[in-house]
Nanobody
């Protein structure tokens, strides 16, 4: 399994932007499809965005389409989530995840992923 470490979370006001980063330990980073999930207190973990091995294919959850952008830099073994026009309902712990089962297509279900980071807190005040 690849080790993942998120950063970039914080407390912001509604309408602001944040960029999350997730650094991977794996040298063969481009063997993995990647994604972001989030979890609010008392709720299930929710898919946010997924990306295939070279960034050519991406997929977003309905609640973030048009506001969030997922990207990756394979040379730096890092995945990013640019979050714009944040809303209070975006509050939660954000997790990055890697899938060794999905490389050329975009992983999007919890069961597609087999490595997880520890999470970073994002809080949006209204």
């Amino acid at each position: 399994q690849v080790q993942l470490e998120e950063s970039g979370g914080g407390l912001v006001q509604a309408g602001a932007s944040l960029r999350l980063s997730c650094k991977a330990s794996e040298r063969t980073f481009d063997n993995y499809g990647l994604g972001w999930f989030r979890q609010a207190p008392g709720q299930e973990r929710e898919f946010v965005a997924g990306i295939n091995w070279d960034g050519g294919n991406t997929f977003y959850g309905d609640s973030v389409k048009g506001r969030f952008t997922i990207s990756r830099n394979n040379a730096k073994a890092t995945i990013y989530l640019q979050m714009n026009n944040l809303k209070s309902e975006d509050t939660g712990v954000y997790y990055c995840a890697a899938s060794s089962k999905f490389r050329y297509t975009t992983p999007r279900a919890l069961r597609d992923f087999n490595s997880w980071g520890q999470g970073t807190q994002v809080t949006v005040s209204s």
